[in-house]
């Protein structure tokens, strides 16, 4: 069983810019949800995707955006870049349906910097 | 999703039990408490989630208050790489495992 990967590991950009951050879902799991974590400061939920369609969003503008594939694989997209979007992002998957719906899998995250 | 109350900090000696307190006084009747922990530098890693009972599982135990109000995570014999941050989350079931995380509290296990 193969855990939850996350690419890149490090990204800088630069103000304005568009990026795209990768998450690989746990094998078998069916949900997977994108959280924002500021230095020093617990992880902000900011959406989750279930069979391909947003399942829910947090206090995020639209310009972060996501996708989610039929290998159950998602992307992260943020446009418009500014600096206080610098932080790790970090993916989890989960199986929503099955015994276990209660884990959450983390992936290991990607930090992100802005200048 | 109710909010939850924790310390910022503790400190346990090694080998010792670290009890760590939340306070979610707003929960409601359908809400389970989990508890997650993040060492540095990692992804946050389930630990355990109760409704009403004490459950315990080959990491922790989490003791529950009968009112429901408050919980507590014990580690029963704290190790170095027990350091970590612990957050203490409270979720409807049904609501597709979005987690609200808080401040969450740093366990320091000391030798």
């Known amino acids: 069983e193969t855990g939850v990967t996350q690419s890149p590991t490090h990204l800088i950009k630069t103000r304005g810019q568009q990026v795209t951050l990768r998450c690989s879902s746990q094998?078998?799991?069916?949900?997977v949800s994108w959280y924002q974590q500021a230095l020093g400061q617990g992880p902000q939920f900011i959406f989750q995707?279930?069979?391909?369609?947003?399942?829910g969003r947090g206090n995020f503008p639209p310009r972060f955006s996501g996708l989610q594939f039929p290998n159950y694989s998602s992307e992260l997209n943020v446009n418009a870049l500014e600096l206080d979007d610098s932080a790790l992002y970090l993916c989890?998957?989960?199986?929503?349906?099955?015994?276990?719906?209660?884990?959450?899998?983390f992936g290991p995250g990607t930090r992100l910097t802005v200048t | 999703d109710a909010k939850t109350t924790q310390p910022p900090s503790m400190d346990c000696a090694e080998g010792r039990a670290a009890n760590l307190p939340c306070n979610h006084s707003?929960?409601?009747?359908?809400?389970?408490v989990y508890w997650y922990r993040q060492i540095h530098s990692q992804g946050p890693q389930y630990i355990i989630h109760?409704?009403?009972n004490n459950e315990t599982n080959e990491m922790a135990s989490l003791i529950i208050t009968e009112d429901r109000k408050s919980s507590t995570l014990i580690l029963p014999h704290a190790t170095l790489r027990d350091t970590a941050v612990y957050y203490c989350?409270?979720?409807?079931?049904?609501?597709?495992?979005?987690?609200?995380f808080g401040s969450g509290t740093k366990l320091n296990v000391k030798p």
């Open positions: 989350i409270v979720r409807v079931r049904n609501n597709f495992n979005k987690f609200y």
């Open positions: 109760g409704l009403k």
């Open positions: 707003t929960i409601s009747g359908n809400e389970y």
């Open positions: 995707y279930y069979r391909e369609e947003e399942n």
């Open positions: 989890a998957s989960s199986l929503w349906g099955g015994d276990r719906i209660h884990e959450q899998y």
């Open positions: 094998s078998g799991h069916n949900t």
